[in-house]
């Protein structure tokens, strides 16, 4: 039986269209479905927009290895295409001479992981730096750096149409079936239903990863991995920017704490905190904020973040900070004594031939998006239906 396309992947934020082009560069007929209007308005679009050099993530996991890989592609990639691309530099710091020794096993991580230009510095060296910064020890990274996230997502999506990918937005998947050709999937869009049917399938839906691999009947052998919601939010500054380069403290449960960045314009933003939520939904008053309104609970998270950032800029003054947007972020573990890793599932684990099913997509999600895409892409040969 012929099939409408040879690969579909379903979801449209960066990974997934990453994934999209690098299989439309590889002259595979591929459709790229997004429920949204536009690709990358959910976690691409609410992030800090850092590309990370590795220093975080256990040695050997796909985190280090993608984010490593990931960031040199990032850079490349945007080198050719001149989106926007700062490599800024990061301290990262122990405010305690008790968080000293934590921060040197980090250093010790990021070279295994290959980010071989970490130096670790005296609170006089870091000072030398950022004049402001109040800190017992920093980690310098020179090679994190930020991106406009807005211009990756345009470049790709021009890239992977002139390869002659196909983009269907505003179009929701609603069940998929299994057959021994491969795959129909049921879509609505603007509320009529139609049926694709391909030969393999790549789920890339990130906070819906759970609930699109539990539409497929047959259902798969293998549990489903559960996703679990971070919400973060994110304050803008008003005045100055205290630092040139991007601070971190010591990563916190759930993250990496609340940090300080900058985008490629140069505006300063402070986030993400941590707050688990049921559902991934956001409203409009998450994407710009209000501290005009006298809320409580704003008015309470705007306190509890001055208090974090007082600890590296000991100067924050708690009325300059302004709330600016939140975002989701995909988990697999809401437990933080739990280090996760991404998921990449492919027949081998669920029992589906010409599936790649990808779970827990979070940080460096998009550091990592194009080596992921190669990778996946290089990989379905294997997974033939």
């Known amino acids: 039986m012929s099939v409408d396309f040879l690969r579909v992947v379903v979801g449209g934020g960066v990974v ?75 301290l990262v710091v122990a405010c305690t001479t008790s968080e000293i020794s934590a ?6 991580r990021a070279r295994a ?119 973060g939010h994110y304050y803008t500054l008003r005045g100055p920017r205290p630092f040139e380069r991007l601070v971190y403290p010591m990563p916190a449960a759930g993250g990496l704490g609340i940090h300080y960045s900058l985008s490629t314009e140069g505006v300063v933003k402070f ?17 710009t904020g209000d501290d005009e309104t006298g809320d409580d609970e704003t008015s309470e998270r705007r306190h509890l973040f001055a208090s974090a950032i007082r600890r590296y800029w000991p100067a924050i003054s708690e009325a300059a900070l302004h709330p600016a947007y939140a975002g989701v972020r995909p988990k697999l573990s809401r437990d933080p004594s739990i280090t996760t890793d991404f998921a990449i599932q492919g027949p081998d684990i669920h029992g589906c031939n010409g599936l790649v099913a990808l779970y827990g997509i979070d940080s460096p999600g998009l550091t990592a998006s194009l080596a992921i895409g190669r990778a996946v892409a290089n990989s379905l040969d294997r997974f033939t239906a």
């Open 103 to 108: 921060l040197e096993a980090l250093a010790g």
């Open 113 to 231: 992981n290959g980010v071989d230009d970490v130096r670790m510095l005296s609170t006089a060296e870091a000072q030398a730096l950022e004049p402001a910064l109040a800190c017992r020890a920093a980690l310098h990274s020179p090679s994190t750096a930020v991106v406009d996230a807005t211009g990756v997502m345009l470049a790709l999506e021009a890239g992977f149409i002139d390869d002659g990918g196909t983009v269907a937005t505003g179009t929701s998947v609603v069940a998929i079936e299994r057959h021994e050709f491969g795959f129909r999937i049921i879509t609505v869009s603007q509320g009529c239903e139609a049926t694709i049917t391909c030969e393999q399938l790549i789920l890339a839906g990130g906070l819906s990863a759970t609930k699109l691999a539990g539409l497929i009947t047959p259902p798969l052998r293998a549990p489903i991995p559960q996703t679990y919601f971070a919400k």
């Open 16 to 90: 997934g269209l990453a994934i999209a082009r690098a299989i439309a560069r590889q002259g595979a007929d591929v459709l790229l479905i997004e429920r949204h209007a536009r690709l990358g308005q959910e976690t691409t679009a609410r992030n800090s927009e850092v590309v990370h050099a590795g220093l975080y993530y256990p040695t050997h996991s796909l985190k280090a290895r993608y984010c490593v890989d990931g960031r040199l592609l990032l850079a490349a990639f945007c080198a050719q295409t001149g989106v926007p691309y700062a490599r800024l530099g990061k």
């Open 271 to 287: 986030g993400p905190d941590v707050s688990w939520c049921e559902t991934p939904e956001l409203t409009f008053d998450d994407e």
